[in-house]
């Protein structure tokens, strides 16, 4: 029998597609989730709007921020809305199984809100967890011996440009516990020693924060490589990458590449992992359509004072300058590389900031992130990237905006 939950907080979600017509149990969870299965919370909605894309856009004033290259006046982006369903079977599975999936970020930010999750298959019990230190929403689901495992899970997002304004100061300040986990090392990611010397030399005799990261942004992207051999996003080992003295990677490397010399510093600086939904404006390849089970991203961003989390993407500048051949002095290069340093395009849902990940109820050692599916059974953990094991699909479609 197949079971199912779902997860709706405005009157928007009565235009969602309806669910298959056969024998289902379902529940529901809140738009928040933060409680284990089939328990419930709920909150207020943002705004008295009738639809989530009006609610979306109730964000205080001082958390809206543009492009430094936009001109003053240039509205903001408006909210798109969209539905993204992942599908998994586990194949040649022995014994009980357990699956962890990673959601949407729980809080809401100025470019990106989660306005629910829907999910049916065949599990024994499901439900989601929260660990608030890394602001990552977990879903979970087991079943018992005997049994293919199926999932369908639907999240609905609401998503908009994300750009940063260097004219206007007066962010918010961030607790002070965050940015100090933001200063930490990880297991693949130190912050001393070889790492500490490369972002020294990067900036130089630079004081200014925002001039450290632009420095240690230009210089990740003048001296790394994308390389699309490298199996899914990569594998994030920074030390390892900066003693072989190969910097070439995909995105989790030269992203946390970023991270880690920003950290060695004293900037406050996180990796932000996700997926692509969408098509780009700026080049195709910085967009995905079709199945997106293979288009994981990750992002980074950091932090000074007065100016709050700063956006950068020097992954995609480096995966343009692979799949568009552009050479140093190109006009399209010198546009995109200026751009993406503040600027996070709106065709992305940001998963969570989590590194060394202990997944809940694993016997498995610790993951350096969550972006992809993981399963479990008493034989072992899967392979993510097997889909001989672990059948995956991804597909968006966008609801409005």
Avoid at 19 to 29: F, M, N, P, V
Avoid at 66 to 95: C, F, H, M, Q
Wanted: proline share 6%.
């Amino acid at each position: 029998m197949l079971a199912a939950n779902k997860k709706k907080t405005t009157a928007h979600a009565a235009a969602k597609p309806a669910s298959k017509t056969r024998a289902t149990k379902r529940g529901r969870s809140s738009a928040k989730p933060v409680v284990e299965q089939h328990a419930r919370s709920t909150r207020s909605a943002p705004s008295t709007s009738s639809t989530p894309a009006a609610a979306a856009t109730s964000v205080p004033a001082e958390a809206e921020q543009r492009d430094a290259i936009s001109l003053p006046d240039e509205p903001l982006t408006p909210w798109r809305i969209y539905d993204i369903t992942s599908s998994i079977t586990l194949n040649k599975v022995s014994g009980k199984a357990r699956l962890w999936l990673p959601l949407a970020l729980h809080k809401d930010t100025p470019w990106q809100r989660s306005l629910g999750h829907g999910w049916q298959g065949n599990f024994a019990s499901a439900g989601l967890y929260r660990d608030p230190a890394a602001e990552m929403v977990v879903f979970y689901a087991d079943w018992n011996e005997g049994v293919t495992p199926q999932l369908q899970i639907t999240s609905q997002v609401a998503k908009r440009d994300r750009h940063f304004d260097i004219t206007k100061r007066g962010s918010a300040a961030e607790r002070s516990d965050v940015l100090r986990r933001c200063l930490h090392s990880s297991n693949l990611v130190p912050t001393d020693g070889l790492v500490r010397r490369t972002a020294e030399h990067a900036i130089g005799r630079i004081k200014d924060p925002v001039a450290q990261g632009k420095a240690i942004y230009d210089w990740v992207i003048d001296n790394t490589l994308y390389d699309p051999s490298r199996p899914g996003i990569g594998s994030g080992d920074v030390e390892a990458m900066l003693d072989s003295g190969h910097l070439s990677g995909k995105s989790a490397d030269i992203s946390l590449l970023f991270v880690g010399l920003c950290r060695s510093i004293g900037i406050p600086a996180r990796p932000v992992f996700g997926q692509r939904i969408d098509s780009s404006r700026l080049f195709s390849g910085l967009g995905a359509t079709g199945n997106l089970s293979t288009d994981q991203q990750c992002r980074a961003e950091f932090y000074t004072p007065g100016y709050g989390w700063i956006p950068v993407n020097p992954a995609d500048v480096r995966k343009a300058i692979d799949e568009e051949h552009l050479s140093s002095s190109d006009p399209k290069l010198v546009v995109l590389k200026k751009l993406l340093f503040g600027f996070w395009e709106m065709n992305w849902v940001a998963f969570n900031s989590a590194q060394d990940v202990k997944l809940r109820g694993s016997n498995g050692r610790a993951l350096p992130f969550l972006v992809l599916p993981e399963a479990e059974t008493p034989a072992g953990r899967f392979d993510s990237l097997d889909s001989s094991l672990l059948s995956y699909t991804v597909n968006a479609s966008r609801v409005e905006g």
